[in-house]
């Protein structure tokens, strides 16, 4: 499971992501990218502490009718996200506050290394 200091809760921070219009796509899974941790540096000097990146998965019911179908892809999607924070593989993902993976329907009979393949690859190239 992902650290809850790691997850995108609110709504409102769901929309803020979603309005930087920051996004990338491979093989069914689409990334959206917040607005970048640099901003809040030059603003906050003196203060060390900056906030780990948060990140929300999001499968429409568009995708699948059925919850147990679009809740597998989630968990799919945050295993191989969780995996690649504990080694410490995820590029230039960090340089952000928020990330949001969405998935397609493409993604409904692939297996998990295909996912994890599909999330890292994105990770990189955002």
Not at 2 to 8: D, H, N, T
Not at 25 to 54: M, R, W, Y
């Amino acid at each position: 499971m992902l650290p809850k200091q790691y997850r995108l809760k609110r709504r409102s921070a769901f929309q803020a992501t979603y309005k930087v219009k920051n996004s990338t796509h491979s093989g069914g899974v689409t990334l959206f990218a917040g607005k970048l941790k640099t901003a809040i540096k030059q603003e906050d000097e003196n203060n060390t502490f900056i906030p780990p990146t948060k990140v929300g998965f999001v499968v429409s019911k568009k995708v699948h009718k059925r919850a147990v179908k679009r809740n597998r892809l989630k968990r799919l999607m945050r295993e191989s996200y969780r995996l690649l924070l504990k080694e410490n593989d995820l590029a230039n993902s960090q340089k952000y506050l928020s990330l949001i993976f969405v998935a397609s329907e493409k993604l409904l009979d692939k297996n998990f290394d295909y996912v994890k393949t599909n999330i890292k690859n994105l990770l990189e190239r955002i």
